[in-house]
Nanobody
Framework: QLQLVENGGGSVQPGGSLRLSCVVSGISLDFRAIGWFRQAPGKEREGVQC????????TYADSVEGRFTISRDNSKKTVYLQMNSLRPEDTAIYYC????????????????WGQGTQVTVSE
């Protein structure tokens, strides 16, 4: 059974760091892209970054450029999101999702989602 499980969320002060992980089970990650999305209270879910099966990266949220880094370890079937220099506006529930082949910033184009992990950035 296909399952995505996110871990690593928590509460940090501005300027702090967190590393999220997304463990995928039940499918092969060959020819599949993994995306990280986030949803803040009262806002729509938005794409953050995505990584293809070959390691290509796309960034969808301009505000995370230079601060967030997505990576994957295919042997562990895990995708990571390293988040540095966190800001209060990064506060959201972070989700990972999987789709075939190429990355996309469209929420509706992803086939399966994790349950999400809360990230809170505050003093």
């Amino acid at each position: 059974q296909l399952q995505l499980v996110e871990n690593g969320g928590g509460s940090v002060q501005p300027g702090g760091s967190l590393r999220l992980s997304c463990v995928v089970s039940g499918i092969s990650l060959d020819f599949r892209a993994i995306g990280w999305f986030r949803q803040a209270p009262g806002k729509e879910r938005e794409g953050v970054q995505c990584i293809t099966s070959s390691g290509g990266v796309l960034t969808y949220a301009d505000s995370v450029e230079g601060r967030f880094t997505i990576s994957r370890d295919n042997s562990k079937k895990t995708v990571y999101l390293q988040m540095n220099s966190l800001r209060p506006e990064d506060t959201a529930i972070y989700y990972c999702a999987v789709r075939r082949n190429f990355c996309s910033g469209l929420v509706s184009s992803y086939d399966n989602w994790g349950q999400g992990t809360q990230v809170t950035v505050s003093e």
